[in-house]
């Protein structure tokens, strides 16, 4: 196939693969003309999923057209209404179809995760799309203004979910008694109007898989089973390079309070911190003296904000006399410390990096916070040639832009950068206060002990519009691998097993149709052609394009009057071509055991799927 | 459990329960007083629920609270800030949470109903939540005033889908070339700012379940595929006693004709027609007079549209020179006769109700119309006393609003109605243009013929709220029925199976986290106390909650330094009260096996959901 009849499907997914494999490449270091020739690939590919955004389909381009104003009726509108109507054709900005293959792959990862996620104990629950305003209001910080409103069409102000964790604990508030203490599981879709980023996975709609416990339990035995949960889920996937960034708020408040940040500043020498990911030290030490911080204290930060290690940094801060004298430090780092034994129990700590630059954006966390990297989104080991040695010196080598730059505007255009692999895969942490807030007996801004009516939580949410670019890489690849024998790395949207055809001028067309019925009352999944009269190329070319293994033939010869027999032909890879094989004669009343017992042993997409799982992403 | 401890999940659940009781009762026939009995402890129910989603949680009643207006910072606005926030704690007007159990029902029915859809050869794609506000536009006659608008925030103007079908035409008309002919399912959430009675299903947040066919094909081949699916799904879900109402758009609009509708006043009398199902004739007469139609007109109609019948009346009315004279109607109706040839075929004929009477609302049907109805949501076979005979005469006992009354507006109340049981299962039919709207080849207003760049399709939309309110009536009724013995009705949301206990003081918080990892690692099921030294009783009482069937016992006789064993005990009904029964001593290195022997033949929820759909609703 060429990339001229790519259909604007397949130009999606094939961009999406690009995109992962330049990824791969800066990650493992490859040579820049190496590197800048894939770019290359990936910009044009861009232009053509633009091109063909824009334009729809190839013979209705029309930008924004005129809708008729249905109330009004004056002579002019008339006329409009009238005319045929002119369409954008597209999907809203930042958001996707999804065609039957991307489906497939993502029911299979829904699937695999959801299985991690029951065996943990989790049940699952669903909330409306959108929530009444005031329940998001105030829980998001600077991120608020990419909230989806609804229009005030008379009646609740209302706005889609922007995640899952802020309706998960209105309905915790809602039902203290029955839900006060529960795991429970939610994959959905929320909505932010960030500039999107297709490309990089970064979408208006997309999906998160959140799993949350609530309840008052002893100190990190939830949080530790959270993060087993976490390691399971990306291993599942067939993620195997990932690092968990680990962090406590407490200890992170205990460390500005310690360096001498004032109290009213915490929240945006924090979100100034949280930047280190993707801009250099140098960078967010000015943005801190800019927001009026003098320099010894941004000094002592830098200092403590470039630690990370494990078990041992815990140890060696625990001995920090400066930092253990704050006692929300000090209780932080004695958590920590519990922590890490439950994960040695759990094997989870070869997985975490506790990395005290780790912040978090949202205001609702509590205690222990976290983010899951892979190996394509984490930045390069070694720091930029000219950076400050000594200093937090990670540099991201593709210079994503800082959170700051981002827009909630819209533009016409995708997000130009070339810039791909930046972002965690998963986050979450402990909010304490969070369903407070909503039962009314909320910790005020500066008390922070849970009251009473208090349900404490921790959770995670993980997105699976990275992971599903990673598979579709990986199917790709295994299709290349595959070379010309497609049929073992088939992944089948359409899941018929027999197509019913007829041969000679008749068509049999209601014989079709009984024996189509018989399949299907025995569960069998089969089809037949909509001609009354079809042609044998066409039926045989339906079963080709579907790759669909069994074609139950009808001819003259052997269903009449005398007989009923069919003539059953496997039709798999080659199978189609051999024009020698005639097939089996099957009387009818054996078809169903016959068919049953043909389709038994075959390897179904389910198990190609679990195979593209299990594909390494070792380049 | 008595009913002043239902939290609002559960008393949300036994109205629903209750609403089909009464349905059931109406359509039985049952005595008055019966009636009146359960509709006033309905009525005791609703008022319940109306309560509490007012109140919220119990102790934070607060309606509309006043919110922190985060930008301004007057004075007035930052005391406002730091004082804790009231909620409203609800979700929005005519929406509703789904707890783990009626997720769990949910789930199984979408299972069942995507086994049938794949059994046909279909396949599912996703589209946004939203689409462009012009897609919407102008496909859905009166209705479009329900439709959700997003708020203009800057950039593209979106509406929230009003049903999958115009999407399903916009991706249609997307990528013409790959998804011209396409067999495609899509299960998802719809909006509609309908007037909210939540008791009889009618949601603003509701799923649609659709099954459409595009493509060029020979006449009702796909059509007559679609009412056999329509068909079959409905029986999966054990939905015995249904019919489906059949018509044509060509036959209507040739009747017209014939009776002197004029031209302009086709789509408004049909529209009329279409209230039959709610309203006794001579109010829909009255209707049609008020807009124009002559009495003689309205007579003539009156007595076709009182027919309904099967292949015979196709055959009787193309005996009817009069209707017959009108090209359409002549088409519509040997239309008609292929399609019962086909459906006698696929053994759906028995279901079938040819009637000239349903006519379906939306604009963009132009070939065979249907809709699906329970035996509970359709009128009772008698006419009601004092109506004239002769006349189209069926009746709704519960005098149900006709749809010009519903109110797009918002009223703090439900619907109010006590009446329930009415509104047709499933729906659908065959629209040729639709797509071609998008595409710009469009037919307009007047001309029919599909052009060249038309995709002609069929399709049918299944309520699932309906049947899950069905289904949550079956499931009480089931489980009154075995009364004590719970267990063997007993749906879980939590699949759990196993309880990891310690008893003993020492709780071996660790010990017991080892041996869940070491079932997880297995793909069992296992959950343990977040408590580090956890009562023996409070470990019994989670187990009992939870009906979780083995506990695996940790105590520091059977594991320490010289041994590693466990003991397992099972927990199901009487079991866990069995204070005789220790239990199995079972070796560490032995239990994975052990649990998995055990649990291999459970029945799972899964086949107790089977069972609930095979209960008949037979009272």
């Known amino acids: 196939m060429t990339t ?84 954008t054709l597209k999907t809203p900005k930042g958001t996707r179809d999804w065609d039957p293959l991307s489906m497939s792959l993502r029911s299979h990862i829904f699937k695999v995760i959801e299985a991690v996620f029951k065996t943990h104990g989790g049940v699952t629950i669903d909330t409306p799309v959108f929530e009444l305003k005031e329940i998001l209001s105030g829980k998001y910080g600077e991120d608020s203004k990419l909230i989806y409103d609804l ?22 508030a809602m039902n203290p008694s029955e839900y006060g203490s529960i795991k429970r599981y939610h994959i959905a879709k929320v909505y932010r109007r960030d500039q999107p980023a297709m490309a990089k996975g970064r979408f208006r709609e997309f999906y998160q898989c959140d799993f949350d416990i609530s309840g008052v339990h002893d100190p990190l035995l939830p949080d530790s089973e959270i993060l087993h949960i976490l390691t399971k889920t990306l291993l599942a996937l067939g993620i195997r390079q990932f690092t968990i960034k680990l962090n406590h708020r407490a200890i992170l408040d205990g460390l500005f309070a310690v360096c001498g940040v004032p109290e009213d500043k915490i929240r945006t020498i924090s979100s100034a911190v949280d930047k280190l990911d993707k801009s250099p030290w140098a960078e967010v030490k000015k943005e801190m003296l800019e927001k009026g911080l003098d320099e010894g204290s941004a000094d002592q930060i830098g200092e403590y904000v470039g630690k990370k290690g494990s078990r041992e940094l815990v140890e060696e801060l625990l001995k920090d006399e400066k930092l253990t004298s704050n006692a ?58 000219g950076e400050e040695p000594g200093s937090a010196g990670e540099v991201a080598s593709d210079s994503k832009k800082s959170k700051k730059s981002k827009k909630a505007g819209d533009q016409d255009d995708d997000d130009a950068s070339a810039s791909v692999g930046v972002g965690s895969i998963a986050a979450g942490g402990r909010y304490d206060n969070l369903v407070g807030m909503f039962s009314g007996s909320g910790a005020t801004a500066s008390g922070k002990a849970p009251s009473a009516g208090q349900v404490p939580c921790v959770g995670v949410s993980i997105g699976v519009e990275r992971v599903f670019s990673i598979m579709m890489a990986r199917l790709a690849k295994l299709r290349e691998q595959e070379g010309a024998d497609a049929s073992s790395s088939e992944v089948r949207s359409k899941e018929t097993e027999c197509f019913i055809m007829s041969l000679g001028k008749e068509g049999m067309v209601k014989e079709r149709m009984h024996v189509a019925q018989l399949l299907w009352s025995a569960g069998i999944k089969a089809e037949y052609s909509y001609k009354v009269k079809p042609k044998a190329p066409a039926q045989f070319a339906s079963i080709a394009r579907d790759a669909v293994p069994y074609a139950v033939i009808l001819a003259p010869d052997e269903w009449n009057q005398e007989q009923r027999t069919v003539r059953v032909k496997e039709q798999r890879g080659k199978g189609s071509e051999e024009g020698d094989s005639k097939g089996e004669v099957v009387p009818l009343d054996q078809l169903v055991g016959y068919i049953k017992e043909k389709t038994k042993d075959r390897s179904s997409s389910e198990d190609i799927l679990r195979k593209v799982m299990g594909v390494a992403d070792d380049e």
């Open 4 to 87: 001229a009849a790519l259909g604007p499907m397949e130009l999606q997914l094939q961009l999406e693969s690009q995109a992962e494999k330049v990824r791969s490449l800066k990650t493992s270091g490859a040579p820049k003309e190496q590197v800048d020739e894939q770019v290359a690939l990936l910009l044009d590919l861009k232009k053509s999923v633009a091109s063909l955004s824009l334009s729809g389909a190839p013979s209705t381009a029309a930008k924004s057209g005129s809708k008729p104003s249905g109330s009004s009726s004056s002579k002019k509108d008339k006329a409009a209404a009238s005319a045929p109507v002119k369409y």
């Open 151 to 172: 229009q005030d069409q008379g009646g609740e102000l209302c706005s889609l979910r922007y995640d899952l964790t802020v309706p998960f604990a209105r309905f915790v």
């Open 328 to 385: 929300s430090a000090k209780k932080g780092l004695e958590e920590m410390k519990v922590l890490f034994e439950y994960l040695d129990v759990l094997e989870v700590t070869p997985r975490i990096s506790f990395d005290l630059s780790l912040a978090r954006g949202l205001d609702y966390y509590t205690g222990i916070i976290y983010e899951a990297v892979t190996e394509g989104s984490a930045p390069p080991p070694k720091p930029a040639a």
